[in-house]
T-cell receptor, first 114, second 116 residues
Framework: NAGVTQTPKFRILKIGQSMTLQCAQD?????MYWYRQDPGMGLKLIYY???????DKGEVPNGYNVSRSTTEDFPLRLELAAPSQTSVYFC?????????????FGPGTRLTVL | AQTVTQSQPEMSVQEAETVTLSCTYD???????LFWYKQPPSRQMILVIR??????QNATENRFSVNFQKAAKSFSLKISDSQLGDAAMYFC?????????????FGKGTKLSVKP
């Protein structure tokens, strides 16, 4: 199993540009999450999904959109990139939502908006 | 809303010695889970140890153990026989037992350095 994969690993965007961060998992997990990690901070939840076709906002959703058309994929879309979106983005997945269901993390995408 | 606080931005330990990282949390829930994650320079988040709030016994994983004090809402991580590979950021995290999201709530992290 590849686990949780994310592409790209690094990206530099100009203000106003758009991009999609890709996330895929091959563990047949129902729950998927997008977090962002700002310098010196812990991870904060952007969006999450409890299954294909079902998504909902987390703590910091402004400026982002998601979709979940398949169990495996959970892309994160940035529209009109702003410097405040400079961060490291992590995708994670788990089979269920309970604490015994370990969340597996991808390697992260470092995004810089200039 | 639940919050997680790590009051030690940085810690240092001599190789082979023991170090304790502190974490406190705030919640009105009675059932929940607590975790310690390790983030090395590679950025990969690695689960170190987890504790179910309904269990009084402290969790242990090899050289890693926790001191869970539910009434005090404290959850510290003890690393014994520290190794150079333990150098990393360590994050304390909380997860509700119920709820629809199942997401983790993280503290700001503690950067651990290990001196040879």
């Amino acid at each position: 199993n590849a686990g949780v994969t994310q592409t790209p690993k690094f990206r530099i965007l100009k203000i106003g540009q758009s991009m999609t961060l890709q996330c895929a998992q091959d563990m047949n997990h129902n729950y998927m999450y997008w977090y962002r990690q700002d310098p010196g901070m812990g991870l904060k939840l952007i969006y999450y999904s409890v299954g294909a076709g079902i998504t909902d906002k987390g703590e910091v959703p402004n400026g982002y959109n998601v979709s979940r058309s398949t169990t495996e994929d959970f892309p994160l879309r940035l529209e009109l990139a702003a410097p405040s979106q400079t961060s490291v983005y992590f995708c994670a997945s788990s089979y269920g939502r309970g604490g015994n269901n370990e969340q597996f993390f991808g390697p992260g995408t470092r995004l810089t908006v200039l | 809303a639940q919050t997680v606080t790590q009051s030690q931005p940085e810690m240092s330990v001599q190789e082979a010695e023991t170090v304790t990282l502190s974490c406190t949390y705030d919640t009105s829930e009675s059932d929940y889970y607590l975790f310690w994650y390790k983030q090395p320079p590679s950025r990969q988040m690695i689960l170190v140890i987890r504790q179910e709030a309904y269990k009084q016994q402290n969790a242990t994983e090899n050289r890693f153990s926790v001191n869970f004090q539910k009434a005090a809402k404290s959850f510290s991580l003890k690393i014994s026989d520290s190794q150079l590979g333990d150098a990393a950021m360590y994050f304390c995290a909380y997860r509700s037992y119920g709820g629809s999201q199942g997401n983790l709530i993280f503290g700001k992290g503690t950067k651990l350095s290990v001196k040879p």
